[in-house]
């Protein structure tokens, strides 16, 4: 039984359940029309649209339905980004990775380094065979991410969704 609310660390990283208090970092995630330009979502624009987000990944946690962590550095405990696994299709045999980080946080390869934990603990622990990720065919950022950190691009895009393109890293063979 996997304790859905622990906390995973990195050198430089904390890896926490998310709480209400993140409500203003969660807010400044979701409100940027940047870190959204890909995204398929509808924005945060208050605070309480951020706390009612929370509250809905705190129910999916306790559903069993997604696990879902605030990135903080461990030196200053500053909110950096977030980073989810959530169920996938086939009868739980994939599940889907998603994260995001504060503009003023990219390029430092804080992504790479939280990914990579998150990876290792999806294959030590949980009972799938592959991660998966969808990201917009023009998302070169997570793109990149996603190749550096051993996932590749697997299915053609979706007839119905033809700017989205599927990546895969098998947690076993
Ligand atoms: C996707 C996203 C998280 C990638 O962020 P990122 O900052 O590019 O990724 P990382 O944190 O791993 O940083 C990698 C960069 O830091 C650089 N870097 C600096 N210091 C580093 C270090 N100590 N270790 C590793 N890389 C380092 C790397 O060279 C790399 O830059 P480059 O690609 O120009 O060479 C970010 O673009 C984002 O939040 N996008 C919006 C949300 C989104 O689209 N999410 C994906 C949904 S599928």
Known sequence: M???????TTDRLTLRPLSVDDAPSVLALRSDAEINQYLDRKPSKTLDDALRFINAVT???????????????????????????????N????????????????GKGIMQEAANRVVAFVTDTLPVSTIEAFTHVNNQRSIQLLEKIGFSRTKEPDANVPDCCVYTLRTRT
């Open 2 to 8: 996997i304790e859905p609310f622990l906390i995973l």
């Open 91 to 106: 009868n739980g045999a994939t599940c889907e990775i998603g994260f995001e980080l504060l503009r003023d946080f990219q």
């Open 59 to 89: 129910e999916n946690i306790h559903h069993k339905q997604s696990l879902y962590w605030a990135i903080t550095q461990t030196d200053d405990d500053t909110f950096v980004g977030t980073i989810c696994v959530f169920n996938g299709t």
